[in-house]
């Protein structure tokens, strides 16, 4: 990879970004198509966040992804956002133009590419239980509203969060149906329920718990961990051992920074190629 005067700047805000995968999939792609581009991690503490995004028009850079815990936070530094952004009030990539700072959402979309080509299920009439509220949450279940999924249950440990997105959902989304869910109502929903999504960032760390009781699961269920490192967090463990259907977030994050290279530079992403970097750099931190 060159690195001169015209090289162009793309990278990752977050704190702490130190598990990112991002960087390895991203250059892998610029130096396969012959790009003078660079992607590289910034890790920004909340109280100069502000200061970076605002920096990124003058340090001539083109783009960044937002990852935790600023997906929320960040849009309102933004000149604008995408339609997509505003319904999800959350953004995970920017783009820098005629220095403007524009805010796009490719989660929603990357989950669902993820979800058909990484588990051959179409979500149309599936009823889903999501567990967290937060910005990940957001992404994915308006884009699963907006796919004709059955039924939405949120659950969040902040009750209010998890019902001002069911709100939000039915109020935007027609023929939507979601609810916010309380501790008590889990075991109900999950034992009818076709697919359970955990976007929180419980399973992280190697002695999180599983962010619900295992009991709950059952074998007909497609059980997706967003998380993506490591790439069996307990829940999926749990889930495995008794023969559920299981994934993990590598492909999300696969689609939605391949939707981030063609915001940045026009091309169309090579996948495939993506793919193998993610998978060599994941070994390379687990070992």
Do not use: C
Not at 72 to 99: F, Q
Not at 130 to 155: H, N, P, T, Y
Not at 226 to 233: A, D, Q
Not at 246 to 262: H, R
């Amino acid at each position: 990879m060159r690195i001169n005067g015209e090289t162009k700047i793309v990278g990752l805000i977050g704190y702490p970004i130190g598990h990112t995968l991002s960087p390895a999939m991203h250059n892998r792609a610029f130096e396969y198509l012959d790009l003078n581009y660079i992607y590289l991690p910034f890790p920004v503490e909340e109280n100069n966040l502000k200061g970076a995004l605002k920096a990124l028009p003058a340090l001539g850079i083109v783009g960044v992804n937002v990852t935790l815990p600023y997906k929320e936070k960040v849009r309102e530094y933004l000149d604008e956002v995408t339609e997509e952004a505003e319904l999800t009030r959350a953004v995970n990539t920017i783009l820098v133009r005629d220095n403007r700072l524009i805010g796009y959402n490719t989660d929603g979309e990357g989950f669902i590419t993820s979800l058909k080509k990484g588990a051959g299920v179409d979500p149309k009439g599936k009823k889903v239980v999501i567990i967290g509220a937060g910005g990940a949450g957001r992404a994915v279940s308006i884009q699963l509203a907006k796919e004709g999924v059955k039924g939405i249950d949120l659950f969040d440990i902040i009750f209010d969060k998890a019902q001002d997105l069911a709100s939000h959902i039915e109020k935007n989304i027609p023929e939507a149906k979601a609810t916010a869910l309380k501790e008590e109502g889990l075991e109900k929903e999950i034992k009818e329920a076709d697919i359970l999504i955990n976007a929180t960032p419980v399973g992280i760390k190697p002695d999180d718990p599983p962010p619900i009781d295992p009991k709950l699961l059952h074998p007909n269920l497609l059980v997706y961990d967003l998380i993506y490192n490591p790439s069996k967090t307990r829940l999926l463990s749990e889930a495995e051992e008794i023969g559920a259907k299981t994934l993990n977030g590598m492909g999300m994050l696969l689609y939605q920074g391949a939707l981030a290279f063609t915001i940045w530079t026009g091309r169309e992403a090579p996948i495939e190629v993506m793919a193998r970097a993610l998978e060599e750099e994941l070994k390379t931190q687990v070992s």
